[in-house]
């Protein structure tokens, strides 16, 4: 006899999905980090190398060989990096796009609806809503900017104590969609263990980590993703313990 799921069933599968879709974004955004910041040093160290050639003593066999050793070093880490980080990123560097018309309203109340069944009325996060759009459309990948806002949900849930209120925004705004999620970080929400959480202990901590300038917290990167591959920005205001903060999404109405 066929045997069908039930809608409980896929809804636990389509969060599911969502809570992956995060953590790959996450892991392709750190390899990308890695990936940047180790050539920098690697690039300085070759360079040395040279200079150092042009130093020693070219008769100077246990020099030249430890030259030559600090030569191979260097080209095995960028063969590395080539092979094993960047190619592993490749899923997520180019993403793309089902691209349809679709109407905002709908995107942002799915959104909210998988964000409550996922997290928010576990946590007691009251979220309000404060937009004027109803027909308004979107040409773009209603699915993709739909993980997009869930992920901005969740994570204010995450990062807000529990019962706390969490304001979502959405206005048009010079032939963009905009939409801002405020909410007030609690460090020791993020770091409670007991609580009930959707990300994971990792992205937690890392989220409450100081970020250099125009960096995002790791778990955000579908966020930053999905806005660049629709031609939008996503910002993440400061996140200090205690003191208001914002994730800002802005993508553009029409294919650019």
């Not at 809570?19 to 790959?24: C, F, K, N, P, S």
């Not at 430890?66 to 180019?94: F, H, M, N, P, Y």
């Not at 996922?118 to 007691?124: F, T, V």
């Not at 309000?128 to 992920?151: I, K």
């Amino acid at each position: 006899m066929l045997t069908f799921p039930s809608a409980a069933s896929a809804s636990d599968e389509r969060l599911a999905h969502l809570r992956a879709e995060v953590a790959l974004f996450m892991r392709d955004h750190v390899l990308s980090l890695v990936s940047h910041d180790l050539r920098s040093p690697l690039n300085a160290i070759h360079s040395w190398a040279y200079v150092l050639e042009r130093k020693l003593d070219a008769g100077d066999a246990s020099a030249q060989r430890a030259l030559a050793g600090i030569r191979s070093g260097v080209e095995q880490q960028v063969k590395l990096l080539e092979d094993a980080v960047d190619k592993t990123r490749a899923e997520t560097k180019s993403l793309p796009l089902a691209r349809e018309a679709f109407p905002i309203r709908a995107a942002l109340e799915r959104a909210l609806d998988d964000a409550r069944r996922a997290l928010l009325d576990a946590r007691g996060t009251t979220v309000h809503l404060e937009s004027a759009l109803d027909a308004e459309r979107c040409d773009g990948d209603g699915e993709r900017l739909a993980q997009a806002l869930w992920t901005m949900l969740v994570f204010a849930s995450e990062a807000s104590a529990p019962g706390s209120a969490v304001t979502l925004k959405a206005a048009l705004d010079a032939g963009f969609w905009r939409t801002e999620v405020a909410f007030t970080p609690s460090f020791a929400a993020l770091a409670d263990a007991d609580s009930p959480h959707a990300l994971e202990p990792f992205a937690r901590t890392q989220a409450m980590v100081p970020r250099e300038a125009g960096r995002i917290a790791w778990v955000l990167a579908l966020v930053q993703r999905v806005a660049s591959a629709h031609g939008g920005t996503f910002e993440q205001g400061a996140a200090n313990d205690g003191e208001p903060s914002t994730l800002v999404l802005r993508v553009p109405l029409s294919a650019q």
